[in-house]
């Protein structure tokens, strides 16, 4: 059982990810993986939901070029990935120029620090 | 009671707009009193009438509250739901409801900002609201929105039915010329595809010029019951219907990023006024970003999943096109403070009403107002309307 000490689903999702552990949920009810990170299932309404670790291959579902002046960064990429196990979550997909990355891609979940805090993010799976 | 019951027993009797554009040292509640009053003038009302009260706004959570203090009402109904700027025009709805069980008797819909040019302006309220209402599992990658959300939908669809940057270029280019016949439009400059093509890039596939306007501007209309609305000031334009679809609050959410929840609330709103998209003279979409009006021509049924692209080209809903789209110019080009709803359905309003000058569609008699809500076509409401003859 999940308890106060432990945080909320999404308190127990940001330490996992913060110890550089990328997990998601599953539904112990009807079998559904669930994220983000919640305490009943959106797709039935059950309230016991286990951590799974996911595969980390999915596919550009969906992707954009943020643009944004040189001094200030360079331009980024915003991606929608679409995992595996069928759940999708916003991301970025780093090793190859923003332009370059493209829906359908294949790409590999990998946990790095955004100050101080773990993040998940995709390389394409060819560049891993 | 169902909707069907509902169809065409409420009116919209009046409407007014403020401070469009810039309204320099005005706040808020300010230009939105100003349309209030407009709005209850134009029905030949008086605001002590106003026994019912719609609104909402980005920066106050209990904003119905700064707006019966400052108007001096006492409304007997209050719905101060905001679902983003599809609000406006979901508002209609528990209106149509409180009116016809005789709860009150005019309702006034109502809505202000002054994001252009306030001091606590676009980029404050963003940074407030990262603290005040944050998305833990989207903000660490920084999207630029709302356009970032919108422009990953249109990748989708680009890349699902071949729709091509061209064909949102026509979206942004046929606002601009029924803005070029608006003398209330904000930017009313010649615009050619070409141009939107090149312009600057905000988040791929958009240009500058397929994200709406950042403007000032304040909206309100008066409702009433058909039995009353006959007996005032101008000619009443009837709600056949009015439905609402919430689905997702992120572009991460949305469970097919083509499919807009118009989908749902247009087949709910066609089916209570018992019209199709063939029976519609006039449609207002709320344009945010040019896709929006691609996904709402075809969830509305306009044409076909996918042939929204080949559906706007040749200049298909310009003046003189097959189809009347957003004849004010739109969020894209006429007016786009934070919320439009309301703007899109008082142009519907005025349309029906005859009101329009050059850019009026000749013997409109029904119209469609198609909200759209958050950051990622997230609540959607839309309105079938109609003249008192087309009943």
């Not at chain 1, 308190?11 to 669930?34: M, P, T, W």
């Not at chain 2, 950042?214 to 009837?238: F, I, Q, S």
């Not at chain 2, 142009?347 to 198609?370: F, H, I, P, S």
Request: hydrophobic fraction near 40%; charge should be neutral.
């Amino acid at each position: 059982m999940q308890t106060n000490e432990q945080g909320g689903a999404e308190a127990r999702y940001q330490a996992a990810l913060n110890e550089g552990r990328f997990s998601i949920q599953r539904c112990n009810d009807c079998h559904k993986h669930v994220f983000y990170p919640r305490v009943v299932c959106p797709h039935c309404g059950g309230a016991s939901l286990a951590w799974v670790e996911p595969k980390g291959t999915g596919t550009v579902y969906s992707t954009t070029t943020v643009r944004r002046k040189p001094e200030a960064g360079g331009d980024y990429d915003v991606s929608l990935i679409d995992l595996d196990e069928g759940v999708r979550m916003m991301s970025r997909v780093e090793g190859v120029p923003p332009a370059e990355v493209k829906i359908g891609m294949r790409v590999r979940a990998k946990v790095v620090d955004n100050k101080g805090a773990g993040l998940v993010v995709f390389a394409a799976e060819e560049a891993k | 009671m169902s909707l069907r019951d509902l169809r065409g027993r409420t009116a919209i009797v009046g409407v007014g707009t403020a401070g469009c554009g810039e309204a320099h040292g005005m706040s808020d509640l300010e230009i939105l009193s100003q349309a209030a009053k407009a709005a209850v003038e134009d029905a030949g009302l008086a605001m002590k009438d106003m026994d019912g009260l719609c609104t909402a706004n980005l920066n106050s959570a209990m904003w119905p509250l700064n707006v019966v203090e400052c108007l001096g009402i006492r409304p007997k109904f209050v719905d101060g739901t905001n679902i983003g700027g599809a609000a406006f025009v979901a508002h209609q709805l528990p209106a149509m409801l409180a009116l016809n069980a005789g709860l009150c008797d005019a309702v006034l819909v109502c809505y202000g900002s002054t994001q252009r040019t306030a001091t606590f302006g676009r980029k404050e309220r963003t940074a407030a609201r990262n603290i005040l209402d944050p998305n833990p599992f989207e903000g660490p990658y920084q999207p630029f929105n709302p356009p970032s959300s919108y422009a990953l939908i249109a990748a989708r669809h680009m890349y699902q039915y071949g729709t091509t940057r061209r064909h949102l270029a026509e979206v942004a280019v046929a606002a601009r010329k029924w803005a070029q016949l608006n003398p209330e439009a904000f930017s009313r400059d010649p615009l050619d595809i070409d141009t939107v093509l090149k312009a600057r890039m905000i988040s791929d596939p958009f240009s500058a010029y397929d994200c709406c306007l950042v403007t000032d501007g304040a909206a309100a209309y008066v409702m009433t019951r058909a039995d009353r609305a006959k007996d005032l000031k101008k000619k009443p334009v009837h709600i056949l219907s009015n439905a609402t679809a919430a689905w997702h609050r992120s572009v991460s959410g949305m469970r097919d990023l083509t499919v807009t929840p118009s989908k749902e609330s247009g087949e709910r709103a066609f089916a209570a006024a018992g019209l199709g998209p063939k029976d519609i003279d006039v449609v207002q979409i709320y344009d945010a970003f040019s896709i929006n009006t691609i996904l709402a021509l075809e969830d509305l049924g306009f044409c076909g999943k996918g042939e929204g692209g080949p559906f706007v080209e040749n200049g298909a809903i310009a003046p003189g096109g097959k189809l009347p789209v957003n004849t004010n110019g739109g969020g894209l080009s006429c007016v786009h403070p934070n919320m439009y709803g309301a703007f899109a359905t008082i142009e519907a309003v005025r349309q029906l009403r005859g009101e329009c000058g050059e850019r009026q569609v000749k013997g409109a008699k029904t119209a469609v107002v198609n909200g759209n809500g958050g950051t990622a076509a997230s609540s959607q409401s839309t309105s079938v309307l109609a003249t008192a003859g087309a009943l």
